[in-house]
T-cell receptor
Framework: GENVEQHPSTLSVQEGDSAVIKCTYS??????FPWYKQELGKGPQLIID?????GEKKDQRIAVTLNKTAKHFSLHITETQPEDSAVYFC???????????FGQGTRLTINP | KAGVTQTPRYLIKTRGQQVTLSCSPI?????VSWYQQTPGQGLQFLFE???????NKGNFPGRFSGRQFSNSRSEMNVSTLELGDSALYLC??????????????FGPGTRLTVT
């Protein structure tokens, strides 16, 4: 079955700097890769997703890149702000698998 | 549009008891999935319901079950509770079945503590 590895487990950056979180997946049939942000006491919030027919997707300060050959995808947050502090999860879904497999999460802390 | 709602938000139960958690999806969404979140295991898929039918089930014992009603609301039940069942239980709704890989939106979760 699908396995998703996420790194780093914790990340601390200065406000205004960029943050990058990386995930690798095992099943080459995976074709959908969402990213979620979870704040304390809340459920995960979908922030961006990418499908296997696209190499990069941007939404304001957030971007996701996908390398199908290497089976890895990354989340890039630019001009970080204190409200970006949260736990971020990547996930992968093999086509027809009918479920999402999540990475272990990255705790991102933005230092003012 | 209202988001996914889950009730109750917090629950404390004793070992051996059973518990029922409820989830109301976003209006118009027909797929409801359940996940268990723990510090050690992370987010793990429990099952998905679409149009009142269970579409897929994760690797959990039979003590974990669920159902979906005609209005798409879903309940999950855990019988004979064990200490290890203490977790945040999350519900996610989607317009289409998970097999279509459409966006899923999560609720705030129910924090279950088993003593």
């Amino acid at each position: 079955g699908e396995n998703v590895e996420q790194h780093p487990s914790t990340l601390s950056v200065q406000e205004g700097d960029s943050a990058v979180i990386k995930c690798t997946y095992s099943d080459s049939a995976s074709n959908y890769f969402p990213w979620y942000k979870q704040e304390l006491g809340k459920g995960p919030q979908l922030i961006i997703d990418i499908r296997s027919n696209v190499g990069e997707k941007k939404d304001q300060r957030i971007a996701v890149t996908l390398n199908k050959t290497a089976k890895h995808f990354s989340l890039h947050i630019t001009e970080t702000q204190p409200e970006d502090s949260a736990v971020y999860f990547c996930a992968a879904s093999p086509q027809g698998a009918q479920k999402l497999v999540f990475g272990q999460g990255t705790r991102l802390t933005i230092n003012p | 549009k209202a988001g996914v709602t889950q009730t109750p938000r917090y629950l404390i139960k004793t070992r051996g008891q059973q518990v029922t958690l409820s989830c109301s999806p976003i209006s118009g969404h027909r797929s409801v999935s359940w996940y268990q979140q723990t510090p050690g295991q992370g987010l793990q898929f429990l099952f998905e319901y679409f149009s009142e039918t269970q579409r897929n089930k994760g690797n959990f014992p039979g003590r974990f079950s669920g159902r979906q009603f005609s209005n798409s609301r879903s309940e999950m039940n855990v019988s004979t509770l064990e200490l290890g069942d203490s977790a945040l239980y999350l519900c996610a709704s989607s317009l289409y079945p998970l097999a279509v890989n459409y966006e899923q939106y999560f609720g705030p979760g129910t924090r279950l503590t088993v003593t």
